[in-house]
């Protein structure tokens, strides 16, 4: 019996010792299992992050072929040079669709007269007496001050405005958000309709959406109506006719400005949408300038949609 007592004490040391080797390396084991599954989670991100990369380079080099060969048609005959178009093509694995049209449809927040805007706010829905100090408003951004006190920076102040009025042109549409009294609702809803690219204070008669014509004083529904199924190919006496006195608010001269929207749809429904505001230049090296790139536009705009969807 002694001795077997004296077996146990001489082996227990190592059993003790055997049995932290195991559960050492079981850590060990344990350790590397979690390593190589947070690689392969690495792993098959890195993978679906170029992926992604991969289509949206496809997209962004699809959007510029869209506006290089937009541009051709734009030049192709600087005689007839057409006031919007469509075309599509297919490259690879995706389907592109391009629609393009002159700036001179929208109205410029730079030029447009106040008449011109508050039938614009007016059409929005909203009344007469708020339609007036939107375009006031607006008015009061782009001109330059004059006199030493500002009334329209002290109307900032007093609305807790950081800032006043630019005081100078509209760089961009979205700085109409800035401006007095512009709610998000409202620019959204009016940023289809306006430019800052197409330099004139007239709309394009021929080129302008519905809600737009609508904004011109003294045309009725009926007259927009009747305007929108006879616009296309008519003489322009016979247009004019159905302007009355709102014929001073239109042009038909299309702008150099011209806005490109390309649609990129890639085989399994994978879909990008970008939009770029051009300049056509006639006496460059290059035949034009972009004045504005967007990606991920969004929606068609009310120009590029027909009349009956927007019913």
């Known amino acids: 019996m002694l001795s077997f007592k004296i077996l146990s004490r001489a082996l227990s040391p190592q059993r003790s010792s055997g049995g932290f080797i195991v559960v050492a390396v079981l850590w060990i084991l344990a350790a590397l299992a979690t390593?190589?599954?947070?690689?392969?989670?690495y792993v098959n991100a890195t993978a679906f992050a170029f992926a992604d990369y991969d289509v949206r380079l496809k997209?962004?080099?699809?959007?510029?072929?869209?506006?290089?060969?937009?541009?051709?048609?734009?030049?192709?005959?600087?005689?007839?040079?057409?006031?919007?178009?469509r075309f599509a093509f297919r490259l690879g694995n995706a389907a592109v669709a391009v629609h393009f049209r002159s700036e001179?449809?929208?109205?410029?927040?730079?030029?447009?007269?106040?008449?011109?805007?508050?039938?614009?706010?007016?059409?929005?829905?909203?009344?007469?007496?708020?339609?007036?100090?939107?375009a006031d408003r607006i008015i009061a951004w782009r001109t330059p001050a004059s006199g030493v006190a500002d009334s329209e920076a002290f109307l900032y102040r007093?609305?807790?405005?950081?800032?006043?009025?630019?005081?100078?042109?509209?760089?961009h549409v979205n700085e109409l958000g800035l401006v007095l009294g512009m709610t998000p609702d409202l620019v959204e809803r009016a940023l289809p309709y306006l430019t800052v690219y197409s330099g004139q204070a007239e709309v394009n008669v021929f080129e302008?959406?519905?809600?737009?014509?609508?904004?011109?004083p003294?045309?009725?529904?009926?007259?927009?109506?009747?305007?929108?199924?006879?616009?296309?190919?008519?003489?322009?006496?016979?247009?004019?006719?159905?302007?009355?006195?709102?014929?001073?608010?239109?042009?038909?001269?299309?702008?150099?400005?011209n806005r490109i929207t390309v649609d990129v749809r890639f085989d399994g429904s994978r879909r990008t949408r970008s939009e770029a505001v051009i300049l056509l230049l006639d006496d460059d090296v290059?035949?034009?300038?972009?004045?504005?790139?967007?990606?991920?536009?969004?929606?068609?705009?009310?120009d590029e949609r027909p009349y009956a969807e927007m019913r």
């Open 286 to 302: 290059e035949p034009y300038r972009v004045l504005s790139w967007r990606d991920d536009a969004g929606e068609r705009s009310p």
């Open 158 to 171: 007093t609305a807790g405005k950081s800032y006043g009025p630019r005081r100078g042109p509209f760089q």
């Open 218 to 257: 003294g045309l009725t529904p009926a007259r927009i109506q009747l305007l929108l199924a006879q616009r296309e190919g008519a003489p322009q006496d016979i247009v004019n006719a159905h302007l009355g006195m709102a014929a001073q608010y239109v042009t038909v001269q299309s702008s150099k400005a």
């Open 35 to 41: 390593l190589a599954m947070s690689y392969g989670v």
């Open 104 to 134: 001179s449809g929208r109205i410029d927040l730079n030029f447009a007269p106040k008449q011109l805007l508050v039938g614009l706010f007016t059409v929005l829905g909203y009344d007469q007496e708020a339609a007036e100090d939107f």
């Open 59 to 85: 997209a962004q080099e699809l959007a510029m072929a869209g506006v290089e060969l937009a541009v051709y048609k734009l030049t192709e005959d600087p005689q007839a040079r057409p006031a919007q178009g």
């Open 208 to 216: 302008a959406a519905p809600e737009v014509l609508a904004a011109l």
